[in-house]
């Protein structure tokens, strides 16, 4: 029998070194990744994020592989099981995830889709937490809103990244 894929649920914040620990017992690790910017102590950085937090995959070999090492595995809390056995992920999520990695191995993330008069909410910024409508996009990374102060509403741009549908 060949690897198959499994869900392993990490520590929180220890992905990267749940697949490091899992890499060194020979099994095979995916971790899926994108391009975050974060913004601490005034400066802006782009830092490496997992797709999905707490979550990484394994590769592995029911047959020849000690898969309940896993679970002992330093940040991993342990494998998604359905009843008593690891529960695989189907190959096409995998190949699905893999398809959209960009050529230097990060997931790449589409920009939101949001319609005309789509109510938002401001996530980052001196506007955080405000409510505004969503006008037109430019540039794919820009967004162009309606903001109530004051009682009127007032145009102005801002970095998609910044926004979320209410």
């Known amino acids: 029998m ?52 707490r979550y990484l995959f394994a590769g592995i070999d029911m047959q020849q592989q000690r898969w309940r090492s896993v679970n002992g595995t330093i940040g991993v809390i342990g494998l ?6 690891p529960m695989p992920v189907p190959d096409p999520v995998i190949d699905e995830i893999r398809a959209r990695e960009d050529e230097t191995g990060f997931i790449s993330l589409s920009t939101p889709a949001f319609r005309r008069g789509q109510a938002l909410r401001i996530v980052e910024g001196p506007m955080a937490d405000t409510q505004a409508l969503f006008e037109e996009t430019i540039d794919n990374n820009r967004a162009i809103l309606l903001i109530s102060l004051m009682g009127r509403l007032v145009r102005t741009q801002m970095p998609l990244r910044q926004v979320e549908a209410a």
């Open 80 to 85: 998604v099981m359905s009843g008593d056995k």
């Open 2 to 53: 060949t690897n198959a894929w499994y869900a392993v649920y990490t520590q929180t914040g220890r992905e990267t070194a749940a697949a490091q620990h899992l890499r060194n017992q020979g099994f095979s690790v995916y971790l899926p990744q994108y391009r975050k910017m974060r913004r601490h102590a005034g400066r802006v950085e782009v830092v490496a994020t997992p797709l999905f937090p």
